[in-house]
């Protein structure tokens, strides 16, 4: 039996199977239990099973303003960069979509980059930009900007940038220009026109980018633990227990404590403030009036234009691009000095470096394929509300909360959950399951989008040609989202390979590619400024080979 | 109360020529219809005068003022679009009032004159709804009604009947005309249906591929085209090929194919190859042989019943073959395979020379 006979026996063997209810009603059930039992459950119990260890925190009022002035700075903190992002994303988006340059392209791909860089790296640069006399502190004589919390607010606008601009550059891709246009020959000018017709259209995309932003910001631990100094938000907050403990400064109970605390309360209130924006997000309305009309006229035209696009191309160059890239000069610098053939060779700090990385791709491939393959039913689901209406609503929302919880406080009750019911679980499998749990909300989402796009008139034609339900996905549906899907395989790759938080919590012998970095940063391992900049370097340049080479892979293919 | 002018007016868009030196004068509260087939440029010349696009060379005149570096919230016009382009965020009635609102009238101005305009447009109902709950020709009144509403003195429509259906299309054009008469508008309307043009225009711009063809009332397009292409275009002709045997003093004696010889008119030499355009309903039928003057003699081949005509296809002996239409209900029905004399007057048909570049590509859309 040749290869093309084996296939075609398999096709039809799968196009036999998803035609019986009976089957796909299995898969469909199996991908949602296994989105409560693996992915939606476990945190939620891991936390109730230490529940009792809140009294240890209740019994030490310092600790409880500890944690809730922790907790506080992390909302400040996400509302603050969240806004920010928002607000600079959108003259960029504006730039990038209507801008009539040719450059405008390459600017696109520019403004990804902060998004490859995995975040310890992204962390560790900025303090270098911002903070080492390496960087522009070299203009000003002394630290221009030291760890603390104006550093955090830079690094999470900068990491979240790229992820918002691209949210806006699809919606504004997406949309209709004749609207603008036709207030315009109503007599709008073109700010009132971007204000009274544009952003109200767009505004859902605006939510989204925001709360990607704002979730984001909640739960990124690794690279804010790196630049954030004395300052405490809420994971820097578990981080430092995380170390006390380990320290045998912190009792077990009192850190387990301290963890389930915080974790309630970061919870509880990203849960309300995300309910608060889905019901009256929409129906918030800028009043209509023009306050300033003569604003609006001198806002609208081409000086304007011209100081509104040079400044969104500064704030991108200095404070988002630059620093991002700015590890990469140490890192050449450590290409002509010893560094460069230690690292190869393994020696000293790089002993568990290349393992780390190893272990970082390996971890992230997996977690990838697993994702995608118990993830896509559930995207199918979603997209086609196969449930009904209300509850394929339910199910989305359910699959968004992993996105809000921060990665710590999730590692954190994964690990109780999954350790105590099952002591003996390999670390690599608790790893896995922590890394599925962050990236599951990346995989539906995307997939359920790219779905959602093909209009179900594509399926319904295919079926009236003859197709069965698994050629149907397979020759109509996949090549049209292979775009959108790989888009959102990258997302997933790259959190995994940047999640720093989880990890740390969830295992204690593996050590992934960003715990080594940040480790090495912290000077937990005594590690050279050179050292620091090469293994940065190198992690940077074999995530964008990656990026690069999926990019190639898919270019010049329909934008779905 | 402005006229409109455009002077050597171009477009590309990269290598293609969308307008190719546009010179075009509409005047103050006409109705004129840019007319023609799909690519011909009519849109992008309205998309221009309206300032949505800018031209790469050439003017603009709306009244006195010149106006192609002005911006389209600046020229006091009014844009219908093919897709309405409702603001989907508001409401009918909210729709409406957007131009006065954007002017700062004060709400019960705005008010007013949403009421006035969509009792223009007869549409009382459903203003609370959405744009995506109206039916197509809601959609299409309140987008009218929106681009009077903000007052503006020339009202530009780019295929506004082009989403609606056969029956509500026939009626809307009429309403539209006259409110445009009504207020006074200097209105342009663009459509590839003749017609639709024809019926409501006063003055029609016929255009193919960037160029202006022809521009008159529509009688004059009709009755007197200065191309094939028109010829083709506006109504419908039959298309005879034959060559000059003898001219003198603009009256032609012309040998079709088959060897058939007819009398025409027109200033063509003698020897040259023409082509004869003759409209359907100039043709005179006559069951049998007789002889007349301008006669061809053919059988009925196809017949058509369309309710007000039928429309005979006869296959001369030549081969070439001529659709003739009759009254459905004046006259006695023929059937197929009858022999026919055809004869026309020689005055009536139109005389062209043969394109260079051959018919079917002359008249092809």
Not at chain 1, 302 to 325: E, Y
Not at chain 1, 464 to 483: H, W
Not at chain 2, 302 to 307: A, H
Not at chain 2, 315 to 342: H, K, N, Y
Request: proline share 5%.
């Amino acid at each position: 039996m040749n290869r093309r006979t084996l296939q075609r026996k398999i096709t039809d063997a799968l196009n036999v199977l998803s035609s019986k209810k009976p089957v796909k009603c299995t898969m469909y059930l199996t991908a949602v239990i296994l989105f409560f039992v693996l992915i939606l459950v476990p945190p939620i119990l891991g936390i109730a099973i230490k529940w009792g260890t809140i009294q240890e925190v209740l019994d030490q009022p310092q600790l409880i303003g500890r944690t809730l002035s922790a907790v506080a700075n992390s909302f400040a903190i996400a509302l603050l960069v969240s806004a920010l992002d928002v607000l600079a994303g959108i003259p960029m988006a504006w730039l990038i979509t209507r801008g009539k340059s040719k450059w405008l392209s390459a600017l696109d791909t520019l403004a990804d980059l902060p998004f490859i860089v995995p975040t310890a790296a992204l962390g560790y640069s900025l303090l270098l930009f911002w903070n080492d006399p390496q960087g522009v502190s070299a203009l000003f004589g002394g630290s221009l900007i030291s760890p603390g919390w104006l550093l955090v607010v830079l690094l999470h606008f900068t990491f979240s940038y790229p992820v918002v601009v691209r949210v806006l550059v699809g919606a504004l891709l997406d949309y209709k220009k004749e609207y603008e246009q036709a207030s315009r020959t109503l007599g709008a000018v073109p700010f009132m026109a971007f204000r009274t017709v544009t952003s109200p259209i767009l505004k859902p995309s605006l939510i989204a980018a925001f709360i990607m932003s704002f979730a984001r910001s909640l739960s990124e631990t690794g690279a804010t633990f790196i630049v954030a100094g004395a300052f405490e938000n809420g994971p820097v907050f578990l981080q430092n227990m995380k170390q006390g403990f380990s320290d045998g400064l912190v009792t077990q109970a009192t850190y387990e404590g301290a963890t389930v605390f915080a974790s309630v309360i970061l919870i509880a209130i990203s849960c309300a403030i995300f309910a608060f924006i889905r019901i009256f997000g929409s129906k918030l309305k800028l009043p209509f009036k023009g306050m300033w009309p003569n604003i609006e006229r001198k806002l609208s035209y081409s000086k304007a234009a011209f100081s509104r696009n040079t400044t969104t191309m500064i704030v991108f160059v200095i404070i988002v691009l630059l620093p991002a890239l700015f590890v990469a000069l140490p890192a050449f610098q450590a290409v002509f000095t010893k560094t460069l053939p230690d690292a190869f060779s393994g020696s000293g700090v790089w002993s568990d470096y290349w393992q780390s990385l190893l272990l970082s791709y390996g971890l992230g491939a997996i977690v990838t394929v697993l994702g995608f393959i118990i993830g896509l039913p559930m995207a199918i689901l979603i997209a086609r509300k196969k449930l009904g209406k209300s509850l394929s609503a339910l199910l989305d929302i359910l699959v968004n909360i992993p996105l809000i919880v921060p990665s710590i406080a999730l590692g954190v009750s994964l690990k109780f959950f999954w350790k105590d019911s099952f002591p003996l679980m390999p670390e690599m499998l608790l790893l896995i399951f922590a890394h599925l749990a962050i990236t599951y909300p990346y995989i539906v989402k995307s997939m359920a989008a790219a779905f959602e796009r093909i209009s179900m008139d594509m399926e319904e034609a295919a079926r009236t040609l003859g197709a069965k339900p698994f050629s149907v996905f397979s020759t109509i549906i996949m090549p049209l989202t292979k775009y959108s899907i790989l888009s959102g395989a990258i997302m997933v790759f790259t959190r995994s390979v940047s999640e720093t938080g989880a990890t740390v919590a969830v295992v204690t012998s593996l050590r992934t590619a960003p715990v080594v970095i940040v480790d090495w940063v912290k000077g937990v391992v005594p590690a050279t400024s050179l050292e620091i900049g090469l293994g940065c370097g190198l992690l940077i340049l074999l995530s964008f080979i990656i990026l690069f080479a999926l990019r190639l892979v898919t270019r010049g293919k329909g934008r779905y | 109360m402005p006229d409109v002018r455009v002077a050597n007016l171009t477009k590309k868009f990269g290598e293609i020529t969308a307008l190719d030196n546009i010179n075009l004068h509409i005047h103050d509260q006409e109705y004129f219809a840019l007319l023609g087939p799909s690519g011909c440029g009519k849109t992008t010349l309205l998309r221009l005068i309206a300032g949505l696009i800018e031209p790469d060379s050439g003017e603009i005149y709306i009244g006195e003022k010149r106006v192609d570096n002005v911006p389209p919230e600046a020229r006091d016009i009014g844009f219908v679009f093919q897709t309405f382009a409702l603001f989907p965020h508001m409401t009918a009635w909210e729709n409406v009032l957007y131009g006065p609102r954007v002017k700062n009238f004060d709400l019960k101005k705005a008010e007013t004159i949403g009421d006035e305009v969509l009792e223009m447009v007869k549409l009382h109902e459903r203003l609370d709804a959405y744009p995506n709950e109206l039916s197509g020709g809601m959609m299409q009144r309140i987008a009218v009604a929106r681009a009077l509403a903000a007052g503006a003195k020339t009202l530009l429509l780019d295929e506004p009947l082009g989403q609606l259906d056969a029956k509500v299309r026939n009626e809307i054009r009429y309403e539209i005309r006259k409110m445009a008469k009504d207020l006074n508008l200097t209105a342009i309307h663009v459509t590839h249906d003749q017609a639709e043009a024809m019926s409501i225009s006063d003055r029609i711009a016929v255009m193919k591929k960037g160029k202006i063809v022809q521009v008159g009332t529509p009688q004059e397009l009709y009755l007197q085209p200065s191309s094939l292409f028109v010829a083709h275009f506006i109504g419908e002709s039959n298309f005879l090929e034959g060559s000059v045997v003898d001219s003198s003093d603009g009256e032609l004696k012309i040998e079709l194919r088959g060897g058939v010889k007819v009398d025409a008119v027109g200033g063509v030499g003698k020897g040259e190859r023409v082509v004869l355009a003759i409209r359907p309903e100039i043709f005179a039928v006559e069951v049998g042989t007789h002889r007349r003057k301008n006669t061809l003699r053919g059988k009925i081949d196809k017949i058509t019943f369309e309710g007000t005509f039928i429309r005979y296809v006869i296959r001369f002996e030549s081969q070439d073959s001529a659709v003739v239409i009759r009254p459905s209900l004046a006259e006695t029905w023929m059937s197929i395979g009858t022999e026919v004399t055809l004869s026309f007057e020689p005055e009536k048909a139109h005389v062209f020379a043969y394109p260079a570049a051959g018919l079917m590509e002359e008249i092809s859309v």
